[in-house]
Each structure stands twice: as C-alpha cells, then as structure tokens.
C-alpha cells in the first residue's frame, strides 16, 4: 500500500518576514550611519544632518500610519479568511518597526538639534565678549561687527555652522542695547531663529511664537 506524502505547504508568512528582516536592517544601519556622521562631521555642520534626519523621521512616521492603518482592516479580514489570519502577525511586526524607528528618528532630530545650537551658542562666546568690552571701553556699542575687528576687539567674526546664516547685529533692539540673530537653515514655513540679547529679557511667548533658553541664548520658534 502506497502513502502519499502531502507536500509541504508553502508558508506565506515568509516573504512578509524577509520584508520586516530587511527593513529593520536598512532603518538601523540608517540609523546608525547617522548618528556616526553626527559624531564626526558635527563640530563642522548644523543644518544639513538635522534635514536629512527630520526627511527620514518625516518618512518613517507616514510609513509607519499608514501600516498602523492598514493593521485595521487585516485584523476584519483575518475573522474570515485563514490567508489573511496567517498575515497578520508579520503586519503587525512590520508596523511595531515602522514605529519604532520613527520614534528613534525623533529622538535623533532632538538630540542633533539640542547638541547645534548649545555649540553655536558656545562658539559665540568670543564675539559676544568682544562686543561687552568694546562697550564698556567706548560707552556705547560698536556701530557694527565690522567695528570690532577694525579696533582690534576681535581678530574676525567668526562664521556660523554650514547652513545658517551670519550673525545679524542690530543697535537698540527689543528694549536691549544691541542684539545678536542667527537665522537656522531649516526654518520650514516659519520665521525660526537664533537670538541674544545681553539683558537676558526672553519672554515666554513673542509674536504667536515661543522662545525656549539655549544658555544664555533663545531660540524662537514660530
């Protein structure tokens, strides 16, 4: 008597497993080249890794809704069809790590852009040195950056991070003597910035946006 061996069924699971391996594979080593380009490039660039992990971050999180929304519908189906019970547990795989890489995506936007500004705000110690002495030695404040370097205060302003703008000094501005801004490279629809005033002044809220104290700098956001 003959036995027939059944032949083996074909898991349909696989390929959607080969899909969630794959991905989670790219997303961390997208991850991971990002932040070793922040710790070695960061001393020299602002702006272009925080856009090009706000672009993934950005990506990530529509991915990541649109798998979370399709979970809905494959859950229905899966009363009713064995196919789609099978796909389910994979489709819930892929949208926990859609999920999960958008909220390191966040996190990495954060910390970039927590670790730019306190740099910049660093970085401009000289300059706002240079322009408190000048004031204390003349009684007044220079008319321009330009002023400092011409009366031996500073050897050269110093250049911002890639991407942003120079500084922009103005005489008697928001109730200060002077004031320092820097405008960012990612200000999206608003009108972001980078400020410092030497009274300290910042408020809490300015013009329907908020300031929030990076040392003794503010950035506002709009």
């Known amino acids: 008597m003959h036995q027939h061996l059944a032949a083996p069924s074909r898991d349909s699971r696989g390929p959607m497993w080969k899909w969630v391996g794959v991905l989670t594979s790219v997303n961390a080593l997208s991850l991971l080249a990002t932040w070793a380009e922040v710790s070695l490039v960061w001393p020299k660039i602002l ?14 999180l529509l991915a990541a809704i649109l798998s979370i929304l399709g979970v809905l519908p494959m859950m229905a189906c899966s009363l009713f069809s064995p196919g789609a019970r099978k796909l389910l547990g994979p489709f819930l795989a892929l949208a926990a790590t859609l999920t999960f890489t958008s909220f390191l995506a966040q996190l990495g936007c954060r910390f970039i852009w927590d670790r730019g500004f306190s740099e910049l705000a660093r970085n401009s110690s000289p300059l706002v040195s240079a322009i408190r002495k000048f004031e204390t030695d003349r009684g007044r404040p220079p008319a321009d950056l330009e002023a400092l ?35 960012p490279p990612f200000r999206g629809i608003g009108s972001d910035r980078f400020d410092y005033w030497p009274h300290q002044d910042y408020p809490e809220r300015d013009l329907g946006g908020r300031y929030e104290r990076i040392g003794d700098w503010a950035y506002y956001h709009e």
Do not use: F, H, Q
């Not at 272009?48 to 993934?56: E, F, G, I, Q, S």
């Not at 250049?159 to 405008?183: E, M």
């Open 47 to 60: 702006g272009y890794p925080l856009m090009l992990v706000n672009c993934a971050a950005v990506a990530l």
């Open 149 to 183: 370097v011409a009366e031996g205060y500073i050897a050269a302003v110093p250049a911002t991070p890639c991407g942003c703008s120079d500084y922009r000094y103005n005489v008697k501005s928001r109730g200060n003597p002077w004031t320092l801004t820097v405008t």
